[in-house]
């Protein structure tokens, strides 16, 4: 994780995967699906900085990595994992241009959230899903998801209402 949040992503996805490797040993599975997530991310950053085909290639393995850890999160019954990992899919299908898929992961991560009681989580998933109308040029939506968030983050998170406030003014 030090080696993402420094940007050195390639040394962060082998240390990753070494990590992953321990955890399968030690069979501890939510670490397995945790160590599968952050490599869907590192992934994502790494298909950012990419062009063409490598690109497709960093976000191919990055959807990958995310449905393995949503599958084993799933199977241990790690709803909440389950649900951050869907928003990491939603967030790569959106950096990749596959809006539907980005749309479906969303708001199924939203049918999981919503009965776990986890209100921040729902307003991030809520402002991905208006980050991905506005994309469409679906302003009219992106501008609903928006406020949608921004009262939930007033209720929940008001710290956090200053990036919401400037997604409604950008879309208005």
Do not use: F
């Given at each position: 994780m030090l080696y993402h949040m420094k940007k050195?992503?390639?040394?962060?996805?082998?240390?990753?995967?070494?990590?992953?490797?321990?955890f399968r040993k030690a069979n501890i599975q939510a670490h397995v699906a945790a160590t599968l997530h952050e490599q869907g991310l590192i992934c994502n950053e790494m298909a950012r900085a990419a062009d063409g085909e490598q690109s497709e290639e960093y976000w191919e393995t990055a959807v990958a990595r995310f449905q393995s850890s949503l599958a084993i999160s799933r199977r241990i019954g790690n709803?909440?994992?389950?649900?951050?990992t869907l928003v990491g899919l939603g967030m790569i299908f959106k950096d990749s241009g596959r809006m539907e898929e980005a749309i479906s992961a969303y708001n199924e991560a939203l049918a999981i959230q919503k009965p776990l009681g986890?209100?921040?989580?729902?307003?991030?998933?809520?402002?991905?899903?208006?980050?991905?109308?506005?994309?469409?040029?679906?302003?009219?939506?992106?501008?609903?998801?928006?406020?949608?968030?921004?009262?939930?983050?007033?209720?929940?998170?008001?710290?956090?209402?200053?990036?919401?406030?400037?997604d409604i003014a950008r879309v208005q």
């Open positions: 050195d992503y390639e040394t962060a996805l082998v240390r990753s995967q070494a990590a992953e490797a321990l709803e909440s994992g389950a649900a951050d986890q209100p921040v989580k729902i307003a991030i998933t809520i402002e991905h899903l208006g980050s991905v109308h506005e994309r469409q040029g679906q302003y009219t939506a992106a501008l609903a998801k928006y406020r949608e968030c921004l009262a939930l983050m007033q209720q929940y998170a008001p710290h956090n209402t200053a990036i919401v406030q400037n």
